[in-house]
Each structure stands twice: as C-alpha cells, then as structure tokens.
C-alpha cells in the first residue's frame, strides 16, 4: 500500500495575493479553494502534508532576476490564510525553485515512508515543475493535480503540464 503527501508548493501571499510582489494572476487565487478541499480529504485518508514555502534573505541572489519576494518573516513569505497548515503539518522553507534543493523534503518523505506524491500550487512552470523533475529522479509515484496548480503564464502552464507528464512519468488529474 502506498503512502501518500500532498506538496503546497508557493501558495504564499507574494504570488497569490493581488498585493504580493510576483501576484501569479487570478489563476492563483481560482485554485484557492481546490487545494482547500484535497487537503481536507488527504488528511482524513492519513496523507502527509507539506507546505514549501519561498522564503528568502533580504540580499538573496534570486533577486538579480526576481524583484525582491517572500523575504523571511515578512507577510509576503506567509501561507494564504485559507490554506494554513495544521499544527502536525511540514513546512518546508527553500530559497530555489526546486523544493529539494539545500531543504529537509527529501528526509521527510523518506522518514514518513512516502511513495506517491501529489502536487498542487505555484508556478506550475517554475517551482512546480523543478520539484517534479527531483520527485521523479527520486522515483516517486507523482499526481499533479490540474486544478490545483496555476500559473502566471498560460502558454508555459499548458506546457509544463505535458512536460511533467511526459518528461517526469507525472499523472495530471
């Protein structure tokens, strides 16, 4: 029997909020309430779930390509009120788009025993994408949940979806 996580990815107030520095449009907002509900039902069947979460140094090298964002302990670093985690959740900060990359994820899924993955969240064609890539080099069963996830740029939504699918074995749902 497989055991599942549910990976938040970026659903932070900078990219979902229409104030936030890199505001991923409407889009970001719409999945709002789908993400809500999968978590709901994840959790009742026993998933594990993890928020990655952008958060960055004031003087983080990503801001020579991106404005300034999700700077730690700021409210642009924050998780979306409607999506706050629950008191036995993970959440896991990272500074690069991968939420592999220098972060405690890979110990969590191993530690928990995790085998499928499911993923929701911001931008489908950055973080959302670079964390599928290191899901599927780790052999992970993956399910990217089409309702959840969004993007400030629908051409490169529409084209991460069916590079994950085909590139990385990933299920879109």
């Known amino acids: 029997m497989s055991k599942q996580a549910v990976l938040i990815i970026d659903m932070l107030n900078d990219f979902v909020s ?3 520095v890199l505001y991923c449009g409407e889009a970001a907002q719409k999945i709002i ?7 709901e039902t994840k959790r009742r069947e026993g998933a594990v779930i993890i928020y990655v979460a952008d958060q960055h140094e004031p003087e ?3 801001f020579k390509r991106f404005p300034p964002h999700c700077i730690k302990g700021t409210k642009g670093a924050e998780i979306v009120p409607e999506l706050s985690p629950a008191p036995k959740d993970y959440i896991v900060p990272k ?3 991968s939420g592999f990359f ?5 110990q969590i899924l191993k530690k928990e025993n995790i085998t499928q993955v499911h993923i929701v969240g911001v931008c489908t ?3 959302v994408m670079e964390t599928v890539s290191d899901l599927c080099e780790r052999d992970y069963e993956i399910y990217i949940h089409e309702k959840g996830v969004a993007d400030f740029d629908k ?4 084209f991460a979806l069916e590079r994950m699918k085909r590139l990385f074995g990933a299920r879109v749902v």
């Not at 309430?33 to 978590?39: D, E, F, T, V, W």
């Not at 220098?102 to 890979?106: A, I, V």
């Not at 051409?155 to 529409?158: K, V």
């Open 95 to 97: 500074q690069h788009f």
């Open 102 to 106: 220098n972060t405690n994820l890979e």
């Open 125 to 127: 064609s950055i973080c």
């Open 18 to 20: 229409p104030e936030g």
């Open 60 to 62: 983080d090298r990503e």
């Open 33 to 39: 309430p789908y993400i809500k509900k999968l978590i």
């Open 155 to 158: 051409n490169a939504h529409i």
